[in-house]
């Protein structure tokens, strides 16, 4: 049984920072993408960013610049630096992992929230 553990959501101004981590758990040796995706009140849930074995890396236009991901390999584990956070980055976060194409384990979410 895989478990994808979150942590790091919560409160923050605009302008402000967050750092979300992310760790498998479980037994799997290797995770090949991980990655971050949110879902905003009323909308779909929409890939954030998200990075495959070999560096090649995906993100929505709108937080280009503003987040970043990193990757721990050893541990199976995802972080995601989110600077200068809008008020439209308020969401529930999901990690996502996915060891081969078409299987996909996900967090069970953190509410990040900007707001003055």
Same mark, same amino acid.
Do not use: H
């Given at each position: 049984? *895989?478990?994808? *553990? %979150?942590?790091?959501g919560?409160?923050?101004? @605009?302008?402000? =920072?967050?750092?979300? =981590? /992310?760790?498998?758990?479980? =037994?799997? @040796?290797?995770?090949?993408?991980?990655?971050?995706?949110?879902?905003? @009140? &009323?909308?779909?849930? %929409?890939?954030?960013?998200? %990075?495959? =074995?070999? &560096?090649?890396?995906?993100?929505? %236009?709108?937080?280009?610049?503003? +987040?970043?991901?990193?990757r721990?390999?050893?541990?199976?584990? *995802? +972080?995601?630096?989110?600077?200068?956070?809008? @008020?439209?980055?308020?969401?529930?976060?999901? /990690?996502? &992992?996915?060891?081969?194409?078409?299987?996909?384990?996900?967090?069970?979410?953190?509410?990040?929230?900007?707001?003055?």
């Amino acid at each position: 049984q *895989v478990q994808l *553990v %979150e942590s790091g959501g919560g409160l923050v101004q @605009p302008g402000g =920072s967050l750092r979300l =981590s /992310c760790e498998a758990s479980g =037994s799997i @040796p290797y995770i090949d993408t991980m990655g971050w995706y949110r879902q905003r @009140p &009323g909308k779909e849930r %929409e890939l954030v960013l998200l %990075e495959a =074995s070999g &560096g090649k890396t995906y993100w929505d %236009e709108s937080v280009k610049d503003r +987040f970043t991901l990193s990757r721990d390999y050893a541990k199976n584990a *995802v +972080f995601l630096q989110m600077n200068n956070l809008k @008020p439209e980055d308020t969401a529930v976060y999901y /990690c996502n &992992g996915s060891p081969v194409p078409g299987v996909n384990y996900w967090g069970q979410g953190t509410q990040v929230t900007v707001s003055s």
